[in-house]
């Protein structure tokens, strides 16, 4: 049997609350098979594992509602497109998510079928498998529930084969929980060219594509040091991957749009957030500096060559910890002697936070002063004070006492007026973990009512060389770049990367 035409993928999300148009522009945009949005960040999870602390119960049902707005008013034309739609958006009730889906099906008379892929989801286990040892920090090495602090969700990183298998069932739209980024799209692509568990090098193919797409319009310029050399840079348009049967994939965007695709845009996404030479996924470690990356043509950039060995046996566990509560408030002295009260600020916040028991207080101004400044705003430095607390008492108390004195504060002393009565916040910390593969209950819910488990491959144990980074967790204002070297327009080989991942688990 020959083997079939390369998948088409298209992203549309590379976080919640990434560009609300972008699922239209790719269902009505230039032909493709699969739609593909992320929307789990590690940034976007404790934000909403904050809101656990209010009402526990209705936010552990809690779903990107971003994303449904997009969905239900597309589904007649997915249908008549016969378009598939993969997504991590049901976040912590995948299911809710589906049946929400699921009724606006049956309302609009379309027969498009939902699955939903469950098992990330361990909060229910976390005391169990604190007791056992088997959460271990890849930071510090240390055990979760040494210092006390409490979880509040706990998500592992899932492969692809619950993706493939509700695919391979017939479903149309496949809603997941947390699984590891790349896994959406190389579970798409195992599905399209129907791959086995021990096709490595083609599944390693597929996490590199689904790695250059998953950040969304960062393949095509977005957050990329050499912006401006990239042409229509305000919109920058989202990527669509061609994954080949042989795990080679060709990154491209739809015409018209914004930004570009050069060797250095997806070079740079390629070396993003990995911690080696080694990529872990939770079905292959992929060798990034495997691949060739070579310009085929305008915004097609061509990358070929990816090798695979074993899964790690491990993959990384998301805790997100209350450790109290955080506020903070902007300052802005102007004119002369602006060093002198800076100063002056930070005594007075020293008593503030002595006096209202909040243990971390950071000042920090922003730049300085323009030495001939034209006008007020010139000649104005921003300064940011943030403090962290036990309790929310304790950081409203010290916000309201430093606000008191700024009729006996520095000459001049204003502040951000819309935050005169500031927001105390819940203070959440991404604690990045590890579980076995084989400890998980990873499942597919099939659009017919089945519920299959999925098996976990036996991996080998990381060797050093997987183990010689420290964690990386996703701030999302980091900046790509391309390595040293690389001119736009030529082709480059990728040797160990610059950018750091997470060790013995599954690169989110």
């Known amino acids: 049997m020959s083997p079939r035409r390369p998948v088409r993928v298209a992203g549309f999300s590379g976080s919640m609350g990434d560009r609300f148009s972008a699922f239209h522009d790719a269902v ?7 739609l593909v949005g992320d929307s789990m960040t ?54 809710g998510l589906a049946e929400e889906i699921r009724q606006a099906v049956r309302a609009g008379g379309t027969d498009l079928r939902v699955a939903t892929v469950t098992g990330d989801d361990v909060f229910e286990d976390v005391d169990r498998l ?42 149309d739209i496949v809603i997941t929980g947390r699984v590891a980024d790349a896994s959406l799209i190389s579970g798409v692509a195992a599905w399209w060219h129907g791959w086995e568990r021990d096709e490595l090098d083609k599944i390693a193919g597929a996490v590199a594509a689904g790695h250059v797409i998953e950040c969304g319009p960062q393949a095509t310029g977005g957050n990329f040091s050499g912006f401006t050399t990239v042409p229509d840079n305000t919109v920058p348009g989202f990527p669509i991957a061609e994954i080949a049967d042989n795990g080679d994939c060709v990154i491209t965007k739809r015409a018209g749009e914004g930004g570009a695709v050069t060797v250095d845009t997806v070079t740079a996404q390629l070396l993003y957030e990995i911690q080696g030479p080694r990529y872990l996924n939770p079905d292959v470690t992929w060798h990034v500096d495997s691949v060739t990356v070579t310009r085929e043509g305008p915004d097609r950039v061509r990358v070929t060559g990816a090798k ?36 002056l600020l930070r005594r007075q916040a020293e008593i503030a936070a002595r006096e209202n028991d909040v243990a ?62 500031p927001d105390v916040q819940a203070r ?34 990381p060797t050093e060389d997987s183990r010689s980074a420290p964690a990386h967790h996703r701030p999302t204002w980091r900046s790509s770049a391309p390595p040293p070297g690389v001119p736009s327009g030529t082709s480059c080989t990728c040797g160990p990367g610059t950018r750091r991942g997470t060790p013995t688990s599954a690169s989110g």
């Open 42 to 95: 590690e940034f976007v999870e404790s934000v909403v594992a904050a809101r656990f602390l209010d009402d526990p119960e209705e936010n552990r049902r809690f779903f990107a509602p971003m994303f449904a707005a997009q969905l239900l008013p597309e589904l007649p034309v997915l249908a008549d497109k016969n378009l598939k739609v993969v997504t991590n958006a049901g976040v912590h009730n995948p299911q």
């Open 360 to 421: 971390e207080l950071r000042l920090f101004a922003c730049g300085r002063a323009v030495d001939d400044p034209a006008d007020q705003w010139q000649a104005t430095v921003p300064v940011k004070v943030t403090v962290a607390g036990a309790t929310a008492a304790g950081v409203e108390g010290f916000l309201s006492q430093l606000n008191s004195f700024w009729l006996g504060s520095f000459p001049g002393f204003y502040m951000e007026v819309t935050d005169i009565f």
């Open 428 to 461: 959440v910390d991404y604690w990045p973990g590890l579980l076995r593969q084989d400890s998980l209950r990873h499942r597919a819910h099939l659009p017919d009512g089945r519920v299959v488990d999925i098996p976990h491959r036996p991996g080998h144990v």
């Open 308 to 343: 695979g060995s074993a899964p790690v046996e491990t993959t990384r566990v998301g805790v997100h910890l209350h450790t109290g509560y955080r506020g903070s408030m902007w300052y802005f002295p102007t004119g002369l002697q602006i060093e002198d009260k800076v100063a």
């Open 130 to 171: 604190v007791t056992e040892g088997q959460l271990v920090n890849t930071d510090t090495g240390e055990s979760l529930g040494a210092d006390g602090r409490r979880p509040l969700a706990a998500d592992a990183y899932l492969g692809a084969w619950g993706v493939k298998a509700a695919l391979d069932a017939g479903a």
């Open 28 to 34: 009505h945009g230039e032909p493709v098979d699969v």
